[in-house]
C-alpha cells in the first residue's frame, strides 16, 4: 500500500483508531517502488493525528523516537513481536536491521498499571527509506493489551508524518488483511497504478536446495557465535 494523502478529516480518522491496530506486515499486499513520475509529484499532505502526544501520555503511554533504534531494549521488542504473532529476530541481526533503519518510533508505558510496567514497551513502528524518493513502513506492532485504542494508528500516522518532513515522496507499507481499512483510512492505498508488491520466497528448483542450505548454515553459526 502506497500513501496518498490522507482524506480523512480529524475526526473520521479518530473514528477509525477504534479498529483493530495491533498487527502488521506478513502477508503483502503492495509496496510499490517509488517511479520517476510519482517523484516528480508534488508531496501528499501528512495524516492528521487522530490524538496528540499528551492525549496518549494522559493514558500512561510516551511515543519515543530512537533514529537507528538507539535505547530501546532488544529483548522486550522481541517479547513484542512474539506476542502479535511475529518471529523473534536473533538479537544481532535486529540491532544490525535498526542501526540501518532512519526512522525508528516505539511506544512505553510512561507509569506503571495493570496493564504494564512503567517502562514496558507497548508498541513499535520503523521505516526504512533511501532518504529522498522512497521509504517503507514495516514492523508495526501492538501488545494485545493496548490494541483497539488507536495506537496503532497513531504510530504509523507519527512514522508517515516524520518521513514526509525529511523529503521522502512516496511512502508504502505491507499489511495484512485485516488491518487494510485501516491504513485507507490513514490515506493509503493498495494497488496504486496497478503496481504489484512481490517478495522473494524461494529460488528456482535447481537452486532452491543449495540456497536453503546456504542460509541454515549461516544462521546455524550465527547462533554459536551469540
Known amino acids: 500500500m502506497r500513501y496518498s494523502g490522507s482524506k480523512w478529516t480529524r475526526r473520521d ?36 493525528l487522530s490524538r496528540d502526544d499528551a492525549s496518549f501520555l494522559s493514558q500512561g503511554l510516551e511515543f519515543v523516537y530512537g533514529d537507528g533504534g538507539a535505547g530501546i531494549d532488544l529483548g522486550q521488542l522481541n517479547d513484542l513481536f512474539e506476542k502479535v504473532g511475529f518471529p523473534r529476530r536473533q538479537p544481532r541481526r535486529l540491532a544490525a536491521a535498526l542501526a540501518h533503519t532512519p526512522v525508528v518510533l516505539w511506544v512505553r508505558a510512561s507509569r506503571g498499571s495493570r496493564w ?29 493489551a493496548w490494541q483497539r485504542g488507536g495506537v496503532g494508528g497513531g504510530l504509523v500516522e507519527r512514522v508517515t508524518r516524520e518521513l514526509l518532513a525529511k523529503g521522502v515522496r512516496a511512502v508504502s507499507l505491507y499489511a495484512e488483511p ?13 494497488d496504486p497504478g496497478g503496481a504489484k508488491g512481490m ?14 542450505r546456504a542460509v541454515e548454515r549461516a544462521e546455524e553459526k550465527e547462533k554459536r557465535e551469540e
Open 116 to 144: 504494564a510496567k512503567a517502562g514496558a514497551l507497548v508498541g513499535f513502528a520503523r521505516a526504512t527509506s533511501d532518504g529522498a524518493l522512497a521509504a517503507t513502513i514495516w514492523d508495526v506492532a501492538v501488545a494485545p
Open 13 to 48: 480518522v479518530a473514528a477509525a483508531a477504534s479498529t483493530k491496530d495491533g498487527v502488521s506486515p506478513s502477508v503483502i499486499l503492495s509496496a510499490p517502488p517509488a517511479t520517476a513520475q510519482q517523484a516528480a509529484q508534488p508531496h501528499p499532505p501528512p495524516p492528521p
Open 199 to 212: 517478495a522473494f520466497q524461494k529460488a528456482s528448483a535447481a537452486g532452491g536446495d543449495l540456497l536453503r
Open 178 to 190: 485485516g488491518v487494510v481499512g485501516l491504513y485507507e483510512r490513514l490515506g493509503f492505498v493498495t
